[in-house]
């Protein structure tokens, strides 16, 4: 038995005849029905159920058949592997990030993985978080950098990041001096101060808005909105402008020290997110998948311990 006895039995299956699978693998009938027959004396048991037109596979046939789909998706990814070596490291990596998200992590990864690997071609998706499992799940794109729990059990990931939710607030606001000071983390405000406050959010559907919405209930109160974006930046310059507080985050916050913002942990915080690379599982993802996997959590390694 070896990998071509696994397709013929596989392309059986699919056609339910002997005739259309012979058709479909360039051999003639009598000789794959010859090839079927010996395969089936050499395990000792028949794989199909010539009884019946169209043929079916009998409950050995459908074992075989579900461990030779195994071994020859096995197989692909082997050869699969060999030839993106073999090709000076060429090829497409595809990566799902929400625009904000993108603007803050991508300029510290993509130089890295592009002076190390230039040959790999980056294809960014811009969307919601929300989206990102379906477009795993659909090979749409092969990597996502997404926060929260993973849902779908197709897929594996490995953590990032943890992310705390933070209030922004400029710095002649007038309640700053209520906050609690943390000795090694972010000073302490209660939401429940900032009840006749007018507030800018992130846009429904938006991972941070989905928390900030949680934040205003345990507070006990519904926010005054001033206006809502998907832009954290067009948030954060609008609390500049003094129009309204701002829930923001400590990876999408303070993203360089000329920020003039002054960020604050919540005394009703919720536990801290977590930030994801997530990809669709397989038994062996692909060389691309793992390099830029790679690199990110070094990257990141780097700049916590830095921070440390």
């Not at 939401?191 to 919405?213: C, N, T, V, W, Y």
């Not at 519904?222 to 310059?237: L, M, N, V």
């Not at 916050?253 to 005394?267: I, T, V």
Request: proline content about 6%; overall charge positive; charged content about 25%.
């Amino acid at each position: 038995m070896d990998l071509r006895h696994l397709r013929y039995v596989q392309k059986i299956a699919e056609e339910r005849s002997f005739s259309k699978a012979a058709d479909k693998l360039f051999l003639a009938q009598p000789a794959l029905s010859q090839y079927i027959l010996n395969l089936e004396r050499e395990l000792g048991t028949k794989l199909f159920d010539r009884s019946k037109n169209p043929i079916s596979l009998t409950y050995a046939g459908e074992i075989f058949l579900h461990k030779a789909q195994l071994i020859l998706e096995i197989e692909q990814d082997l050869s699969t592997e060999i030839k993106n070596l073999a090709q000076s490291d060429r090829g497409c990596l595809k990566i799902a990030i929400s625009p904000n998200r993108g603007s803050y992590l991508l300029p510290k990864i993509l130089p890295t993985f592009s002076r190390v690997y230039p040959n790999i071609e980056i294809k960014l998706f811009e969307g919601l978080t929300s989206e990102f499992e379906d477009w795993l799940l659909k090979n749409e794109v092969d990597l996502a950098i997404l926060p929260g729990e993973i849902k779908s059990p197709q897929i594996d990931y490995t953590i990032l990041q943890h992310d705390q939710v933070l209030l922004a607030l400029p710095p002649n606001h007038s309640l700053i001096n209520q906050a609690l000071p943390v000795p090694n983390n972010y000073p302490v405000l209660s939401l429940k101060l900032f009840q006749d406050e007018q507030f800018i959010l992130s846009k429904p559907g938006q991972g941070l808005r989905i928390m900030a919405d949680k934040l205003f209930i345990e507070a006990g109160f519904k926010p005054k909105i001033y206006t809502e974006t998907a832009s954290f930046e067009t948030a954060h310059r609008l609390a500049l402008a003094g129009l309204g507080a701002v829930i923001s985050s400590s990876t999408l916050g303070p993203m360089n020290m000329s920020d003039p913002l002054r960020y604050f942990s919540l005394a009703e915080q919720t536990p801290s997110r977590i930030i994801n690379i997530a990809y669709k599982k397989k038994k062996n993802i692909s060389w691309p998948i793992k390099e830029f996997i790679r690199i990110t959590k070094e990257l990141f390694f780097l700049t916590e311990n830095k921070k440390n």
